[in-house]
């Protein structure tokens, strides 16, 4: 279990360079747009996971020094296994599910985009709060927040999406970022 703990996340960075050369290159524009979509979020998610776990890495003690309060939102400290829960089975598997199931829903694609648009805007929190980057905070940034607004955007400008499927979006994505506390809770250590 520890090989998998240690490269889950350089794997995710060789997994999204495939997925970005199979849409750039190999399907080039021969790919249905909800399709192409909700494979850039994984591949931006995986991108992400990489500057969070591998380089320059550290945020599972970034988060134990710095988010962890017995007393608040983050009552227990992020484990190897809440890790490898969180982002791998949660944050890979509704990608995947959405890409194997849901593509044609754009309702269920745009919550999945609209889970790392919330993963990126709560990288802002802790650094204005400490003025010092985190690990994950660029490409919560460059990737998350600007291909959420992107996307929004895109799809709101096509049809896909109207002030009611926005609203429905929005509240499964935040049901869906609720579980990470969730996760984490039941991943935390044993005493």
């Known amino acids: 279990m520890n090989l998998i703990y240690r490269n889950w996340a350089k794997?995710?960075?060789?997994?999204?360079?495939?997925?970005?050369a199979y849409?750039?290159?190999?399907r080039k524009q021969?790919?249905?747009?909800?399709?192409?979509?909700?494979?850039?979020?994984?591949a931006f998610l995986m991108i992400h996971q990489f500057e969070e776990y591998v380089y320059p890495g550290t945020f599972k003690d970034y988060f134990n020094n710095n988010l962890y309060n017995p007393f608040g939102?983050?009552?227990n400290k992020l484990t190897d296994k809440g890790i490898l829960w969180v982002n791998v089975v949660l944050g890979w598997g509704i990608n995947i599910l959405v890409l194997v199931f849901f593509s044609e829903n754009t309702v269920l694609?745009?919550?999945?985009?609209a889970v790392i648009f919330i993963n990126g805007v709560m990288h802002f929190a802790p650094a204005y709060k400490t003025r010092y980057y985190n690990p994950g905070l660029v490409t919560g940034a460059v990737l998350f927040v600007s291909f959420g607004l992107y996307s929004f955007n895109k799809f709101y400008t096509l049809g896909l999406i109207n002030l009611y499927t926005s609203i429905l979006a929005g509240v499964i994505a935040i049901l869906c970022s609720l579980l990470i506390p969730l996760?984490?809770?039941?991943?935390?250590?044993k005493r």
């Open 73 to 75: 939102f983050f009552r």
């Open 183 to 189: 996760t984490i809770y039941l991943c935390r250590a």
């Open 30 to 42: 021969n790919i249905a747009l909800l399709d192409k979509y909700i494979l850039l979020n994984l």
């Open 23 to 26: 849409i750039y290159f190999y």
């Open 11 to 20: 794997a995710g960075l060789l997994f999204a360079i495939v997925i970005i």
């Open 109 to 113: 694609v745009t919550a999945a985009i």
